[in-house]
């Protein structure tokens, strides 16, 4: 069963860090780029982050550049974003996708991924 799920979300302060982590089952995640989203209520999904299957290119929107780091293990089949410096903006449900590499371009269209986890809410508030 292909699946997709993120965990590592929670409550967290202004200026504290979360460490989501996203795991693939029941395909070969190799083959594919990943990227992180969120969505705040009544917004539509926003692309955080990206990273091809080799590892060699990183890609982050404005908003969390220098603050949020994407990583990836394909032995364990597994994607991390390392979060600091955490704001209140920064709250939303955060999901994983997958998609072909050569999406890089249009990393950030929602639409274009082939399989999505679950989500994780975090909450970053006072």
């Known amino acids: 069963q292909l699946q997709l799920v993120e965990s590592g979300g929670g409550l967290v302060q202004p200026g504290g860090s979360l460490r989501l982590s996203c795991v693939a089952s029941?395909?070969?995640?190799?083959?594919?780029?990943i990227g992180w989203f969120r969505q705040a209520p009544g917004k539509e999904r926003e692309g955080v982050s990206w990273i091809t299957p080799s590892l060699t290119t990183e890609l982050y929107s404005d908003s969390v550049k220098g603050r949020f780091t994407i990583s990836r293990d394909n032995a364990k089949k597994t994607s991390y974003l390392q979060m600091n410096l955490l704001r209140p903006e920064d709250t939303g449900v955060y999901y994983c996708?997958?998609?072909?590499?050569?999406?890089?371009?249009?990393?950030?269209?929602?639409?274009?991924?082939?399989?999505w986890g679950q989500g994780t809410q975090v909450t970053v508030s006072s």
């Open positions: 029941g395909f070969t995640l190799d083959n594919y780029a």
């Open positions: 996708g997958v998609v072909h590499e050569s999406y890089d371009s249009r990393w950030s269209e929602a639409w274009l991924y082939d399989y």
